[in-house]
């Protein structure tokens, strides 16, 4: 669902723009609490020292999986938007981020998503896609069992729903700045109909992806923090809470650098050969745009020239070693940069004031 340039005209793209980097800046501050806390201790409580670096492995996880468009109805495919999938693993805030990191890397290196309408894609698929995925996952979880499986099940409709829900954002948009003159009811019909089906695919790959990480880690699932019942002992007849069991902690060490190297291997699997069988029929919102004339006035991209434009890498003949090489190299890239976002924002977390004075009075 990446909007070209020319799309959407250039006071509502600017408009939008200025509306993403808001966006961009409430989620920077509120990472900051789902990462760390206020304090290195509460970061240890919170989980924080282990979503950071989780939180730059999902970004480029999602890189590798949105390059797996799927089939979905006669000559259209569709791809994982990845909302979702974020915000029930490392927090919504930190979600937004890792969408904003992936359409950087796909607009700038890969010519994928107009740069003059980056901020409508950073709202249609990072904003709008975490927002109601979020809290339509956290709303289940408030009725459903407290369970493993409640995550999962809710996972699938957070998923689901956001799909169609970002279809809607686009329309919403296009509404207010399309550059070409159709019936809004069209364009609403065949975006909410076609992304419904999209929507399906997305809620199967998100159930999937959470429920393989809480069968072995369920600390790191943002989404899953509170739902484990703590143990209850029987003493002088009344049921009391038995001591958490703290993991030794070089055991919790080497389980977490397992689980990193192990998602890492696997998005360079998928986007360095499954890629290659990806289908190649237009994704829905490209589907919608030829058939109702969205696309009259698109634009060339900016980044046209880039030498790994379309998803390959220049002067590579080779159609399979090409968009393998550039699926490595989007994936590394991905990492990198999500890695450094989310290590920056970590650092940057202050340490609470009881800390600084219990120090000076230390000394």
């Given at each position: 669902?990446?909007v070209?340039?020319?799309?959407?005209?250039?006071?509502?793209?600017?408009?939008?723009?200025?509306?993403?980097?808001?966006?961009?800046?409430v989620?920077?501050?509120?990472a900051?609490?789902?990462?760390?806390?206020?304090?290195?201790?509460?970061?240890?409580?919170?989980?924080?020292?282990?979503?950071?670096?989780?939180?730059?492995?999902?970004?480029?996880?999602?890189?590798?999986?949105?390059?797996?468009?799927?089939?979905?109805?006669?000559?259209?495919?569709?791809?994982?938007?990845?909302?979702?999938?974020?915000?029930?693993?490392?927090?919504?805030?930190?979600?937004?981020?890792?969408?904003?990191?992936?359409?950087?890397?796909?607009?700038?290196?890969?010519a994928?998503?107009?740069?003059?309408?980056?901020?409508?894609?950073?709202?249609?698929?990072?904003?709008?896609?975490?927002?109601?995925?979020?809290?339509?996952?956290?709303g289940?979880?408030?009725?459903?069992?407290?369970?493993?499986?409640?995550?999962?099940?809710?996972?699938?409709?957070?998923?689901?729903?956001?799909?169609?829900?970002?279809?809607?954002?686009?329309?919403?948009?296009?509404?207010?700045?399309?550059?070409?003159?159709?019936?809004?009811?069209?364009?609403?019909?065949?975006?909410?109909?076609?992304?419904?089906?999209?929507?399906?695919?997305?809620?199967?790959?998100?159930?999937?992806?959470?429920?393989?990480?809480?069968?072995?880690?369920?600390?790191?699932?943002?989404g899953?923090?509170?739902?484990?019942?703590?143990?209850?002992?029987?003493v002088?007849?009344?049921?009391?809470?038995?001591?958490?069991?703290?993991?030794?902690?070089?055991?919790?060490?080497?389980?977490?650098?397992?689980?990193?190297?192990?998602?890492?291997?696997?998005?360079?699997?998928?986007?360095?050969?499954?890629?290659?069988?990806?289908?190649?029929?237009?994704?829905?919102?490209e589907?919608?745009?030829?058939?109702?004339?969205?696309?009259?006035?698109t634009?060339?991209?900016?980044?046209?020239?880039?030498?790994?434009?379309?998803?390959?890498?220049?002067d590579?003949?080779?159609?399979?070693?090409?968009?393998?090489?550039?699926?490595?190299?989007?994936?590394?890239?991905?990492?990198?940069a999500?890695?450094?976002v989310?290590?920056?924002?970590r650092?940057?977390t202050?340490?609470?004031?009881?800390?600084?004075?219990?120090d000076?009075?230390?000394?």
């Amino acid at each position: 669902m990446h909007v070209p340039d020319g799309f959407i005209d250039a006071p509502v793209s600017a408009v939008a723009g200025v509306v993403a980097a808001g966006a961009v800046a409430v989620s920077l501050r509120g990472a900051r609490r789902e990462q760390g806390g206020t304090s290195r201790s509460s970061a240890a409580e919170n989980g924080g020292e282990r979503t950071a670096p989780l939180a730059g492995l999902v970004a480029a996880f999602i890189f590798a999986v949105q390059m797996l468009n799927f089939p979905v109805a006669a000559g259209t495919s569709g791809h994982l938007l990845g909302g979702a999938l974020a915000a029930i693993l490392v927090g919504p805030y930190t979600g937004v981020l890792c969408v904003t990191v992936v359409l950087l890397m796909q607009g700038i290196l890969f010519a994928d998503g107009g740069l003059t309408a980056l901020g409508v894609n950073v709202l249609v698929m990072g904003v709008t896609t975490t927002v109601v995925a979020y809290a339509l996952f956290r709303g289940l979880l408030g009725v459903l069992p407290k369970t493993r499986r409640s995550v999962t099940v809710a996972s699938f409709v957070a998923a689901l729903a956001s799909v169609p829900a970002a279809a809607c954002a686009f329309t919403l948009i296009y509404w207010i700045g399309g550059t070409t003159d159709i019936p809004i009811g069209r364009v609403f019909t065949a975006m909410v109909g076609v992304h419904v089906l999209i929507g399906i695919g997305e809620a199967v790959i998100t159930a999937l992806t959470v429920g393989a990480v809480i069968a072995v880690r369920p600390d790191l699932v943002h989404g899953a923090r509170g739902l484990t019942s703590s143990l209850k002992l029987r003493v002088d007849g009344e049921l009391v809470d038995a001591p958490a069991r703290q993991p030794a902690a070089p055991a919790a060490a080497r389980s977490h650098r397992g689980i990193w190297v192990t998602g890492l291997v696997t998005a360079l699997v998928l986007a360095g050969f499954v890629s290659y069988y990806a289908s190649a029929s237009p994704d829905g919102l490209e589907k919608v745009a030829a058939d109702q004339g969205i696309d009259k006035k698109t634009e060339e991209h900016a980044a046209k020239d880039s030498p790994l434009a379309d998803y390959g890498v220049k002067d590579v003949s080779n159609a399979r070693i090409s968009g393998g090489l550039a699926g490595v190299i989007g994936v590394g890239a991905t990492v990198v940069a999500g890695s450094g976002v989310f290590f920056v924002v970590r650092r940057r977390t202050p340490d609470a004031p009881t800390d600084t004075t219990r120090d000076k009075e230390s000394v």
